[in-house]
């Protein structure tokens, strides 16, 4: 004869998923966000929330956790709002916090019920790859937390406990039906789809239901997209909340068994990719306390997409636009930079940067007497424009925002102390050819309010730094079809330069490019912040040495 368990459900459940935007070091405002997520629970008769992960100190607080002041003041914060939460009779609140016994770290959750604490889970596994690395921080452990609500049993896990099939199993082993997980998951293309697969591999293969409570915002390089969902015991997504926004859904159980709730209509690859460029500039702006944003514009296609996505993440009246031409601008340069400026209702001035660069030129004619004119003088003229933008912003307070794309950090295609300038790189994870790809879907779209923004001509042109007399781009490049594949096969897939000529690519333009990559990592290590939309960025993923000999 075989046991067989029989499950008896016996209750109706709400749960509560705060997908909130906390800020890293604001443990009182982020307990406010986490009462308020609770109010609203109790006012929706919820049973549950779930808040993501280290909600209460925000996520992830890297350094900040080697202060033992850290702790306390979390511990105490955890405190007080577990006395306010004391009110809301029968309600269940989960926050994630960080968790210290003197000799360890641990990233926690409590579960909070009418002032006390009926549990904590510590999280087992420390994601240590990519831009994580909390196994600087933190212990792991391997034991389950389970309770019990309304006759159905809710086991606990963080991030990337589901991930992997211990923790998951544990939780199962230890009696839960449905899994709660507050989640700290980064965004890059292509993310939310995976999770949903990794969590049916791990999580829905124990057959246990589960909550998936995502944090959203914008944390420096990193982008958080929310995207919380719900599946079934079985995989079936039954929930999924939108990406990119702060929301407090309620979705509901029949015992161990999720109803269909809310459901988000997945985004457009470059809607997706466009709105984490968009609550990247409006939380690093904003969480920094700067009063708006300054952009050299040029009449080109980087600065364009650029100033789109500050106008949409700020709104036209905290953006600047400068355009600075040089003896070599074209006049359509300037044509499409002042309309650009005027549909999107910006500030836009002009300072012209020829008395400027001749003012360099003449006081170093004699150090350069007799040397043909070079890069060193295309490079002046960045340099000067970079001057000008940081005079601006130093005297404005409003912070720079550089314009440089993926391919031409990659390569060096780009000036330190010029157009690399400033506090913030909007686009530098964003490949040129999707840097066209992400405009044209900006222009058809209605969903800011102003379609068309930029001009058609600066999706037509040639590109071209216009530091020297007729210069585009593939003067000094391959083109950028045969540049991004192999800067995205040789940096983001981790394929070696036999790999790469073997996928169809020219021997010599691989060998040049690679090459190009290598020796402008002292460039990218000074290059300002920016935000991060791949699986591999330039930034916390990729930590390669200056100094290195190693050759392909």
Same mark, same amino acid.
């Given at each position: 004869m075989t046991d067989t368990k029989v499950t008896v459900n016996t209750g109706h459940i709400k749960i509560t998923i705060a997908q909130i935007n906390?800020?890293?070091?604001? $443990?009182? *405002?982020?307990?406010?966000?986490?009462? &308020?997520?609770?109010?609203?629970?109790?006012?929706?008769?919820?049973?549950?929330?779930?808040?993501?992960?280290?909600? $209460?100190?925000?996520? #992830?607080?890297?350094?900040?956790? $080697?202060? @033992?002041? !850290?702790?306390?003041?979390?511990?105490?914060?955890?405190?007080?709002?577990?006395?306010?939460?004391?009110?809301?009779?029968?309600?269940?609140?989960?926050?994630?916090?960080? =968790?210290?016994?003197?000799?360890?770290?641990? +990233?926690?959750?409590?579960?909070? %019920?009418?002032?006390?604490?009926?549990?904590?889970?510590? %999280?087992?596994?420390?994601?240590?790859?990519d831009v994580f690395d909390e196994q600087r921080y933190f212990t792991f452990d391997h034991r389950p937390l389970v309770f019990e609500v309304k006759g159905v049993r809710f086991g606990v896990n963080i991030c990337e406990d589901t991930w992997f099939r211990y923790a998951p199993a544990a939780a199962r082993a230890a009696g839960a039906q449905v899994l709660l997980?507050?989640?700290?998951? #980064?965004?890059?293309?292509?993310?939310?789809?995976?999770?949903?697969?990794v969590m049916r591999a791990n999580v829905s293969v124990e057959g246990l239901a589960l909550v998936y409570a995502n944090l959203v915002g914008g944390q420096d390089e990193l982008v958080f997209d929310g995207g919380s969902f719900v599946l079934s015991g079985t995989g079936e997504l039954l929930a999924q909340l939108p990406q990119f926004e702060e929301v407090i859904a309620t979705?509901?159980?029949? *015992?161990?068994? #999720?109803?269909?709730?809310?459901?988000? /209509? @997945?985004?457009?690859?470059?809607?997706?990719?466009?709105?984490?460029?968009?609550?990247?500039?409006?939380?690093?702006?904003?969480? +920094?306390g700067f009063p708006g944003a300054i952009i050299g514009l040029s009449g080109g296609v980087d600065s364009a997409l650029t100033l789109a996505v500050a106008v949409d993440a700020l709104g036209a009246s905290r953006v600047r636009s400068v355009m600075m031409? /040089?003896?070599?601008?074209?006049?359509?340069s300037w044509i499409d930079a002042r309309a650009m400026a005027e549909r999107l209702g910006v500030r836009y001035d002009e300072i012209p940067i020829g008395p400027m660069t001749a003012a360099f030129g003449a006081a170093l004619a004699a150090e350069f007497a007799g040397l043909p004119e070079d890069a060193t003088e295309e490079n002046i003229q960045a340099r000067v424009r970079g001057t000008l933008l940081m005079a601006l912003s130093n005297k404005s307070g409003r912070i720079v925002l550089t314009t440089g794309n993926k391919s031409e950090i990659a390569t060096g295609y780009c000036t330190l102390y010029g157009d690399m300038a400033g506090g913030f790189a909007?686009? %530098?994870?964003? $490949?040129?050819?999707?840097?066209?790809?992400?405009?044209?879907?900006?222009?058809?779209?209605?969903?800011?309010?102003?379609?068309?923004?930029?001009? =058609?001509?600066?999706?037509? &042109? #040639? @590109?071209?730094?216009?530091?020297?007399?007729?210069?585009?781009? =593939?003067?000094? !490049?391959p083109p950028y079809e045969i540049l991004d594949g192999i800067i995205r096969n040789y940096m983001e897939e981790e394929r070696s330069a036999v790999e790469i000529v073997a996928l169809g690519y020219p021997a010599e333009e691989v060998r040049r490019v690679?090459?190009?990559? &290598?020796?402008?990592?002292?460039?990218?290590?000074q290059a300002p912040v920016g935000i991060r939309v791949t699986h591999r960025a330039f930034g916390r993923d990729w930590r390669y040495p200056i100094t290195n000999r190693f050759q392909e």
């Open positions: 906390c800020t890293v070091g604001d $443990l009182e *405002g982020n307990a406010e966000k986490i009462y &308020r997520a609770a109010e609203r629970a109790a006012a929706d008769g919820a049973d549950i929330v779930v808040t993501p992960e280290l909600a $209460l100190v925000g996520y #992830p607080p890297e350094d900040l956790l $080697l202060r @033992p002041l !850290l702790y306390a003041r979390s511990d105490a914060a955890l405190a007080r709002l577990a006395e306010r939460l004391a009110g809301f009779r029968g309600l269940h609140v989960l926050v994630g916090h960080p =968790q210290s016994d003197q000799s360890r770290r641990y +990233n926690a959750v409590s579960v909070l %019920k009418e002032g006390r604490t009926l549990g904590i889970y510590r %999280k087992h596994d420390l994601p240590n790859y997980v507050p989640n700290g998951s #980064p965004y890059h293309m292509n993310k939310a789809d995976q999770r949903h697969d979705v509901e159980f029949d *015992g161990d068994r #999720p109803i269909p709730g809310p459901f988000a /209509s @997945p985004l457009a690859s470059e809607e997706e990719v466009y709105r984490a460029l968009v609550l990247g500039v409006r939380d690093y702006v904003g969480k +920094n031409p /040089s003896p070599y601008t074209a006049e359509i909007v686009i %530098k994870d964003i $490949l040129k050819t999707q840097v066209y790809e992400i405009c044209a879907w900006r222009n058809a779209t209605k969903a800011f309010g102003v379609d068309e923004v930029i001009p =058609q001509r600066i999706l037509t &042109r #040639p @590109p071209s730094a216009e530091l020297r007399p007729n210069q585009t781009d =593939q003067d000094s !490049l690679v090459r190009l990559i &290598r020796v402008n990592e002292y460039k990218r290590r």
